[in-house]
């Protein structure tokens, strides 16, 4: 059973460029989260979507992002015109179901460098 | 800002002793909490999780308790081995809310 995917691993992106980050759920997991960790922090949220839906973006910047979660296929988390403070590990969490106790199963990271 | 805090970002231990991680939490209305091992490189990894009706959770080598009158969380993990060098965070999460609140983490290493 493969755990939560997530990909590039790795992403250089120039100043301006989109960034596009891919996750898909373990099997079975119909929602997805989305964190971002900068070097030596902890991670901070972003958003929580299901199937078709986005449940929670309070911690999605106003501008520039943007993430969906279609029916068919992976999360895609959307950056545009990325600048050099977007840097930073991206990590997406799948969950079975919702609720506050269910443990939410994190992926590799995708770590973006804007150059 | 964060409601999640840790006292210590790093500690350094001997291979076979015990460690303690310590989390304060400034959000009463937090009723679950995990804490999480990330090795360099790697997502975050479930280690144990705790609810506000305990104070005492075990799992294999690792201990969570949970202090809600000082609102303090602290891992230990019993016979540190080498493999247990990370980073360490706590989270937070209310009832009701689907999001997780991390702390900064602590980074432990083990000296031989």
């Known amino acids: 059973n493969a755990g939560v995917m997530q990909n590039p691993r790795h992403l250089v992106r120039r100043r301006g460029q989109e960034a596009r980050l891919r996750c898909s759920p373990m099997k079975g997991h119909s929602h997805v989260y989305w964190y971002r960790q900068l070097p030596e922090e902890g991670l901070k949220f972003m958003v929580y979507?299901?199937?078709?839906?986005?449940?929670?973006e309070s911690g999605m910047p106003k501008e520039r992002f943007s993430a969906e979660f279609p029916k068919e296929g992976p999360s895609i988390l959307r950056i545009q015109q990325v600048v050099r403070g977007d840097s930073a590990a991206y990590f997406c969490?799948?969950?079975?179901?919702?609720?506050?106790?269910?443990?939410?199963?994190f992926g590799p990271g995708t770590r973006l460098t804007v150059l | 800002g964060e409601s999640v805090g840790l006292h210590l970002p790093t500690l350094s231990v001997q291979e076979g002793d015990n460690s303690i991680i310590n989390c304060a939490y400034s959000n009463s209305a937090s009723d679950y909490f995990i804490w999480y091992k990330q090795e360099s490189g790697k997502g975050p990894q479930f280690i144990i999780d705790?609810?506000?009706?305990?104070d005492k959770r075990q799992g294999q080598r690792v201990t969570v308790l949970l202090n809600k009158t000082v609102k303090h969380l602290s891992l230990q993990i019993a016979a540190t081995q080498p493999g247990d060098s990370a980073v360490y965070f706590c989270a937070e999460n209310m009832e009701g809310a689907q999001k997780l609140v991390f702390g900064q983490g602590t980074r432990l290493t083990i000296n031989p």
């Open positions: 969490a799948s969950c079975a179901s919702g609720g506050s106790y269910n443990e939410q199963f």
């Open positions: 979507l299901q199937k078709e839906n986005i449940i929670d």
């Open positions: 705790i609810r506000s009706n305990m």
